[in-house]
C-alpha cells in the first residue's frame, strides 16, 4: 500500500527547483547541473521507494517528506564538498550513492525506532562524514588520488560553510533590529533546499543546527564530564567497529552526545587532565570489548532470512545494492563474516528481517 497524500516526484522537483537558486555562484554549469540532478534523483528514488514500501516501513507521510529531505540536502551539500575537492568527476557517483544509501538505511532504522528528530540528525551526520571520508581514503588507497588532493578533499563542508554564514548573518540582523528596538524576523536567509508543503514539516536550517557541533544536550556537569572522557577516548581509537560497539552500549542521547565531542577540536585542552584521569580510571575497567559474540548473531540472523526466503530470492532482493552489502549477506550466509561496522550490520540485518 502506498503513502497517501505523498506526492514524492513533485516534491523532489520542488527541492531540485530551490537547490538550483543555491548552488555555489562560481560554479560552472556542468557543475550546476551536476548537483541538482544529483538532489533530484536521489530525493526521488529515496521517495519512491518510502512510497511503494509503505506495508514494511510503515511510515507516514511527514516521516517519508522528513527523510526524503534529509537525503536531499545531504546530497545538495556532499555534490558541492565532491566538486570543490577536485577529485575527477568519474568517482562522484559511486561516493554519492554510498552516502545516499547510508542515509536512506540508518533513516529508516531510526524513525522506526522513534528516536527524537535531534538524535536521528545527529547519528546521520556522523554517518554521512565517515562514509565520505572512507570514500576519499579508499581512492587514495587505490592510487587514484594522492595525500594532498585526499586531504584538499576531507576539508570540504558546505554544510559547516553555510552554517557559519547564517550565525554571522543571524547575529548581524538580530544587531540591526535590536537597534531599531524591533523584534528578530525568523528564517533570514536560508541558504539551503526547504520544502513548500502544507502537508508535511520540513528539515530546515534551524532544524539542521541540530546535528554535532550545533546541540545543546544538557547534562548535569558530572554526567557531561564523563561523556566528555568517553569521547576523548573513542577519538584515539582507530577501530571504526569497535567505536561502534562501545557507542551501542549507550543510551542514544548518550551515544549522540558523545559523537558530538569526538568532532570537536582540540577537545584535551578544554576538560581538567586530573578530572578526566580519575574517569577514565574507572571506564577501562568496563568499557566493552569487540567479541565475536554479536558478530555470530546478526550472521544467525541473515541466515535465518534466506533460510526462509530463499538464496535465489535473496540475491534478486540485493541486486541494485552495493557490492559490500551483497557480500556482507552472502558471507554470512557461509558462516563468514565480512568486515563491516557492527552498526551497519545490524542495519541490514535489520533491514532483511523486515522483508520476510
Known sequence: ???KGF????????LAAQASELVPAEFSQNDKDYVTNTLLNFSTLAGEALYQDQDNLGFNVDQATMITQIIAEWAFHKSVDLIRSGIPQQFWDPIMQKIAFTIFEIAKQTFKQGLPQDQILQLIEHHVKKTYLDSISELKDKGFIDDGLMEKAASQSNIDAVMQQ??????????????????APLNQNPQVPATQSETAPAVTQDDMKNIPNRTSIRYEPPKLLKLVTVAMLLKRIEDEEQVQEIL?????????TVIKYMHVDGLERHVDPAATMR????????????????????MKRIQDVVATIGKKRMEAKLQLERNKVRQFVFNAVDGEYYKISPRIANIIARYLESIV
Do not use: R
Not at 506526492?7 to 520542488?14: I, L, P, S, T
Not at 580510571?281 to 567479541?291: F, Q, R, S, Y
Open 1 to 3: 500500500m502506498a503513502i
Open 7 to 14: 506526492d514524492y516526484k513533485g516534491f523532489a522537483e520542488n
Open 166 to 183: 547564517m550565525e554571522e548573518s543571524g547575529e548581524a540582523a538580530v544587531e540591526q533590529q535590536q537597534a531599531a528596538n524591533q523584534p
Open 248 to 256: 551501542e552500549c549507550f543510551e542514544q542521547d548518550d551515544a549522540g
Open 279 to 298: 574517569i577514565i580510571e574507572d571506564i577501562t575497567k568496563t568499557l566493552p570489548e569487540a567479541t565475536e559474540v554479536n558478530k555470530k548473531q546478526v
